[in-house]
Nanobody, 117 residues
């Protein structure tokens, strides 16, 4: 099993910034992708940003230019710098890791980000 621990969520005013962190531990064989998803009330979980071990990224159009994903594979960590936050960014943010030869999905418990107008 792989355990993911997220931190950095909270309440921020519109226009503000937050930085999310996620560290993976446990039975890590080979992390292929690390990333962030979010789920707003009444909506489906959606990809925010992902980064593969080779450095390629996939960023949702809704956050391009405002959010930046980075990772430190030596520490099994992934980060999400979120700038220019707006109320539409309010959601529970989940860390996701795809591990091993089958890219098995692992999820963190989520961290709540609330953006007030």
């Amino acid at each position: 099993q792989v355990q993911l621990v997220e931190s950095g969520g909270g309440l921020v005013q519109a226009g503000g910034s937050l930085r999310l962190s996620c560290v993976a531990s446990g039975s890590i064989s080979r992390i292929n992708v690390m990333g962030w998803y979010r789920q707003a009330p009444g909506k489906q979980r959606e990809l925010v940003a992902g980064m593969a071990t080779g450095g390629s990224t996939n960023v949702a159009d809704s956050v391009k230019g405002r959010f930046t994903i980075s990772s430190d594979y030596a520490k099994n960590a992934v980060y999400l710098q979120m700038n220019s936050l707006n109320p539409d960014d309010t959601a529970v943010y989940y860390c996701n890791v795809k591990n091993g030869i089958y890219s098995t999905n692992y999820w963190g418990k989520g961290t709540l980000v609330t953006v007030s107008s």
